[in-house]
Structures are given as C-alpha cells and as structure tokens.
C-alpha cells in the first residue's frame, strides 16, 4: 500500500527555524516526484513546489522561490520542507503528494499525506 | 506564467442533481489537468487526470471533459458523499498552479 507520512503538528514563533518530513513507502520512492501543497486556513490548495528523489533536482513556485527549500534524503524514502525563520502568514497546513507516475513531474498527484499543521505566533 | 479560473465558487444543489464545474487556463495547456475532491480536515482526493480519465476507484458519475484552455468536471447525479469542495490543477510544466476551488453545497 502506497503511503506518505508527515511529521506531527507544530507551533513555533516568529522567526524560528522549522523542518517538516514526509516519508514515502510502498512503491518506489526514487523514481516518483513529491509535491509540496500548502493551504492556509480557509484557503485553496497552493502549489510550492517539487522534487525528485532520484538525483534530487528540485523546482520551486515563483510564489515560493527564495522563501523556503526543499531537500530528499533518499536513504530514508523521505522528503523535508524547511525554512530558516518563520513568519506568522506561513501558517497552514502543509501537504506532500506523490506524482502519479514515475520519471516525471509533469503529473496529477495521486497519493497525499495526512498534512502537517504549523501554526506561528508570537 | 499560466492562470487558471474556476467557477463557480459555490454552488448550491441537490441530491440527485447534475453538476458541472469549469476551470479556463490563460493558455492552451492540452490536456495537463486533474480533478480533485477535499472534504474538510482532509487531503484532497485525485478524481479525473488527463482532463478526462477517471481514477481508479472513483465512481463513474464523475467525469471530465476538455482541451486547450476550457475543461469542465462534471457530476451526473450528485450524491450525499459529494458535498465537498473541487480543484482543477493544471500540471502542464514545472510551474503548476491549482483553480481557486468550488465549494459543493447542499440545497
């Protein structure tokens, strides 16, 4: 069974440091891009961003370039969101996805993990 | 960069009627475009990819039709379970971008 597994919630203040984690298993995790979707609250869903854990060549939303970075660390079928200091409007759930076939990223996402809740404030 | 429109944004029904949701691209992107159902506190769900084959285990009252820059996703008799909220997501390059959202209420 395909699966992808965030890391828990977290709050943090403005200005921390914060790495998410989305560890993929049953399929294999190489050879499938990951998207990152972001939804603030009440939102629509966001694009920021993917990655292939291939050979991790990455590419960003404009809208996110610069504001955050994603990595893979294919020895443990997992993929991180970071950013190095927080701002309160980067509060939202947060969701990884995978591509639905393998070797490219030009693909619907068919499998989502559960998400990831980070809330910022002072 | 490529702009999607849906509509409406919320569109009130009843069981056992038709739906039809719209997305347009600001420009032509084939057929790169995906459906997709997120009920509250969930991940969304993939429906419809290729603009109109339908996902496996989804039911067949759902389909998707389009090319180019018009697609349209379609609920041919609405059911209880599909009070939801719908996405377009337009997979055309490695700049993608999801439509603003339809949110499927009850009548």
């Not at chain 1, 370039?65 to 990595?71: E, H, V």
């Given at each position: 069974e395909v699966?992808l597994?965030?890391s828990a919630a ?7 440091s914060?790495?998410m984690?989305?560890?993929g298993?049953g399929y294999s995790?190489s050879?499938?891009?990951i998207?990152?979707v972001r939804?603030m609250?009440?939102?629509g869903l966001?694009w ?7 050979d991790?060549?990455t590419r960003?939303?404009p809208?996110f370039q610069?504001q ?9 079928s997992?993929t ?9 409007s980067d509060?939202a ?8 076939t393998?070797?490219s990223?030009w693909?619907p996402l068919?499998?989502w ?8 404030s002072s | 960069d490529i702009?999607?429109t849906q509509?409406?944004?919320t569109l009130?029904?009843?069981v056992g ?7 347009r691209?600001?420009q032509?992107?084939?057929n ?9 506190g ?8 290729k603009?109109?084959s339908?996902?496996?285990g989804?039911?067949?009252r ?10 349209t ?7 209880p379970?599909?009070f939801a909220?719908y996405y377009?997501?337009q997979?055309n ?9 339809t949110?499927v209420e009850i009548?």
């Amino acid at each position: 069974e395909v699966q992808l597994v965030q890391s828990a919630a977290e709050v943090k203040k403005p200005g921390d440091s914060l790495k998410m984690s989305c560890k993929g298993s049953g399929y294999s995790f190489s050879t499938y891009w990951i998207a990152w979707v972001r939804q603030m609250p009440g939102k629509g869903l966001e694009w920021m961003g993917i990655i292939y854990p291939g050979d991790s060549d990455t590419r960003y939303s404009p809208s996110f370039q610069g504001q955050l970075t994603i990595t893979v660390d294919k020895s443990k079928s997992t993929t991180y969101l970071q950013w190095n200091s927080l701002k309160v409007s980067d509060s939202a759930m947060y969701f990884c996805a995978k591509a639905r076939t393998s070797g490219s990223g030009w693909e619907p996402l068919d499998h989502w993990g559960q998400g990831t809740l980070i809330t910022v404030s002072s | 960069d490529i702009q999607m429109t849906q509509s409406p944004s919320t569109l009130s029904a009843s069981v056992g009627d038709r739906v039809t949701i719209t997305c347009r691209a600001s420009q032509n992107i084939f057929n790169w475009l995906a459906w997709y159902q997120q009920k509250p506190g969930k991940a969304p769900r993939l429906l419809i990819y290729k603009a109109s084959s339908l996902e496996s285990g989804v039911p067949s009252r759902f389909s998707g039709s389009g090319s180019g820059t018009e697609f349209t996703l379609t609920i041919s008799s609405l059911q209880p379970d599909d009070f939801a909220t719908y996405y377009c997501h337009q997979y055309n390059s490695y700049s993608q971008i999801f439509g603003q959202g339809t949110k499927v209420e009850i009548k």
